[in-house]
């Protein structure tokens, strides 16, 4: 099937402050389910040959997860300019191929790999309301995965690749950790990673020595949530311990978090705006920037103030 739409068809499916994933998609929360998120991704061999392959992630971990969150904060929260990002965001893939552990190729536009990562992200959004925010009604959830079908078909998901519901999407989730999902060097890399974060690139160097320090009690939180919010059946299928004091551990947390959705700001609830006014200069120097965020002076691209 193709995936390319008329800019009328794709016009069509921009988001705006009455959807759901606007409401629900940049909710600070969210960062407590980060890992998980990306421990879905890279189980898949596909997914984790490519950024095995084309991303720093170890070095620079910071830099991969805020890439996401761009593209993610784009195409929910950048009106029309979600179109231009979801075109040069499927282009940016196109690149992104090589040799599998096994010797087999791979290639990140696969329509089963492309489509897992959008389906990894809606599932984390709806999984992680659950446990640390605002838990969706079930008519939400209904909605924000209609409108995360139209964000796919605007990066370039095919129609069909993806189940037309949110209790066909479980059950592909759940067949996918069952048969295609497996414990990639990709998945160490990433664990080791979060255990021993390196230095944001944007904190100067005289600050390692306080990084070292505020990093341990941050990756604590991090990988607890992130790997206590994976489905247990892929937990078990990377061997990631989970102990009954790691549980009350995580419940506690997610309670502490849910407490505070009543005095949450909405700017930390509704993120999405304020985050991409704050990377807007970040943002503009990457390849699937919208031409709006970029200024063209003596034909190189800068960015905006």
């Known amino acids: 099937m193709s995936t390319r739409l008329t800019e009328q068809q794709a016009r069509a499916l921009v988001l705006g402050p009455d959807s759901v994933a606007w409401r629900y998609g940049s909710d600070l929360r969210l960062f407590l389910a980060s890992l998980s998120a990306l421990l879905l991704q890279v189980a898949h061999p596909t997914v984790g040959s490519g950024v095995r392959d084309h991303s720093h992630f170890e070095a620079e971990p910071w830099a991969r997860l805020f890439r996401t969150v761009d593209w993610v904060n784009l195409t929910i929260y950048g009106g029309q300019d979600a179109v231009q990002t979801g075109a040069r965001l499927r282009e940016m893939h196109r690149r992104i191929k090589g040799i599998n552990p096994d010797g087999s190729r791979y290639h990140a536009l696969e329509p089963g790999a492309y489509a897992w990562v959008h389906a990894t992200l809606v599932y984390t959004i709806v999984d992680a309301h659950r446990m640390f925010g605002t838990p969706l009604s079930r008519n939400e959830i209904d909605e924000l995965y209609r409108e995360w079908l139209g964000i796919g078909r605007l990066i370039g998901v095919r129609e069909g690749d993806l189940p037309d519901d949110w209790d066909g999407l479980l059950a592909y989730l759940d067949d996918t950790i069952a048969t295609r999902l497996e414990h990639t060097t990709t998945v160490d890399t990433v664990l080791r990673a979060s255990a021993r974060p390196a230095r944001p690139a944007w904190l100067p160097p ?25 489905p247990p059946r892929l937990r078990d299928r990377l061997g ?66």
Do not use: C
């Open 206 to 230: 005289w600050t390692q020595p306080l990084w070292r320090v505020l990093r341990r009690p941050m990756a604590h939180v991090l990988l607890l949530t992130g790997i206590g919010t994976l």
């Open 240 to 305: 990631l311990k989970w102990t009954k004091r790691q549980e009350r551990e995580l419940r506690l947390i997610a309670r502490m978090s849910r407490g505070l959705t009543p005095v949450l700001p909405k700017a930390f609830r509704i993120n999405g705006p304020a985050y991409l006014r704050a990377r807007r200069a970040a943002i503009a120097r990457d390849e699937f920037a919208p031409d709006s965020y970029r200024l063209v002076r003596n034909g190189s691209a800068t960015a905006h103030g």
